[in-house]
Nanobody, 128 residues
Framework: VQLQASGGGLVQAGGSLTLSCAAS????????VGWFRQAPGREREFVAS????????YYADSVKGRFSISRDIAKGTVFLQMNSLKPEDTATYYC??????????????????????WGKGTLVTVSS
């Protein structure tokens, strides 16, 4: 399984950005795909997740109402739409896949040793 994240960049506070995670090399019907982020000097943290088959979602409290996760099964891609961005959203964003539930991925304890697959990160910088 390969996960390829893209879409990061520089955006002003209050702006929007959409990240993409292209998944390949496996059958994802039993997987949940999620986004995590890691800011400089901080631990990696969960952001959002979506189940591949049913589209069930789960969000970290810090992004509820601002971020939206979705998937396009035909394209094999998971999207993270980020609105009303804040400087504290600045981080490297990673996509991940695991055979659990959307909430299961969200409550998995750091350092997330149970996650099956990680993609390389994409950097998001929000300027104030």
């Amino acid at each position: 399984v390969q996960l390829q994240a893209s879409g990061g960049g520089l955006v002003q506070a209050g702006g929007s950005l959409t990240l993409s995670c292209a998944a390949s090399g496996g059958t994802f019907s039993s997987y949940v795909v999620g986004w995590f982020r890691q800011a400089p000097g901080r631990e990696r943290e969960f952001v959002a997740s979506v189940t591949w088959s049913f589209g069930s979602t789960y969000y970290a409290d810090s992004v509820k109402g601002r971020f939206s996760i979705s998937r396009d099964i035909a394209k094999g891609t998971v999207f993270l739409q980020m609105n009303s961005l804040k400087p504290e959203d600045t981080a490297t964003y990673y996509c991940a896949a695991d055979t659990t539930t959307a909430q299961g991925l969200g409550v998995m304890p750091f350092p997330y040793n149970g996650v099956d697959y990680w993609g390389k990160g994409t950097l998001v910088t929000v300027s104030s």
